[in-house]
């Protein structure tokens, strides 16, 4: 017979790891209900505008026709609807947000990454303290201290410290691009060669350390002494810095600085965040504040500051422990299906047995040591095989 495969980068889910995702997802929502979120919820499906100012190409889409022939593209991100939501509807701003869902985007061939993937997020809009920025951060670490025993890095960033350097020394928009993107990719000798026509301006000393310049506060500090930034870019560094800094007072918590990284979403407009543990080479959070976002939208500006949690990428790294239950076994006739109903009202744990004759089930729950219970002519449930360790 042919069997038919699924489409390149997409899996199916089942047994363990669903349920351990299904897991995270519910007691990330309850604690994020809890602390007074709101839940948001979007269609897979936008037009395919709600991305386009940013970066299609990176993000490379599903796309599809509706009756009209637009297009529409199934969502690469969970942020921008979100944005589009607000600027179409009324909600009241200030507003804390969190969603939960899957986003598709087409990975590189052969990456081993797939094209469908399940986040969890939250969006505070309306929030120009940088405070907004240490919730974030909060909920990271608790995340961490609660399932990954603490070993989540924190790398903190900002999305223009770039561009701030870069045009303090050229108006050339081409090579202004080209050095960024030598400088993103961390290589060196192409790097090198493009700032070698800066080598007589006073920025050319902090041009040759750039590359390096990632660790914790106090290295970045020093390997900065003595060099004057331009102003913008100073004062991006100074925000960086005294972020990090509260970070580091987080039980637990470890963190780095990194001022020659790309941002991880082009609608960042502030401080940008990522967390990760070691060895895996993907982040498990990442986020930034987003200030000019619903204004793309033709709203009013507002500031806001947001995370995406990467849930597929976490259920593989977290260890829950699964409460191992002793399994019970309820077996029933057809007729007794009222009994049954009432008997599971009281208590959910029975696994109905499904087999046509008791000797077969029997034998079923011998096999696995469990307990065997069965309605009995008079309609109560009865104990037929005990558990093994009772
Ligand atoms: N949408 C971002 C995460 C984020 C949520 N809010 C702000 N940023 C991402 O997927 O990387």
Redesign the pocket.
Known sequence: MHKINLPLGTRAEFGERAVKKQLLITKLQQYLQKRNFMKVNTPLLEYQEVFTNFDLKQMRTYQLLDKNNKTVVLRP???LPIARLLTTTNIKLPQKFYYVGDLFKIAKELSGRNNQMT?A?I?LVGYSSLKAELECLLLINRISQKWLNGQVKLEISHAYFTDSILDSLTADTALKEKIKNELYRKRIPEYQRLIKRFEKTTSYVFLQKWPRLFGETSAIKKMLIGIKLPKEAAHFLNETLAIAKLATKLPNQKVIVDLSIAP??PYYTGITFKGFVDEIPEYLF???R?DQLLESFQAQPEPAV???IDIDLLAEVITVKSTQREKKYLFFEPDQIKEVAEQLLQDISYELLLEDDLEKAKKKVRLENAALFKISERGEVENVIKNSSN
């Open positions: 991100d969970l942020t986040q997020g969006e991880p979403q990442s986020g930034g987003y947001g995370m995406g």
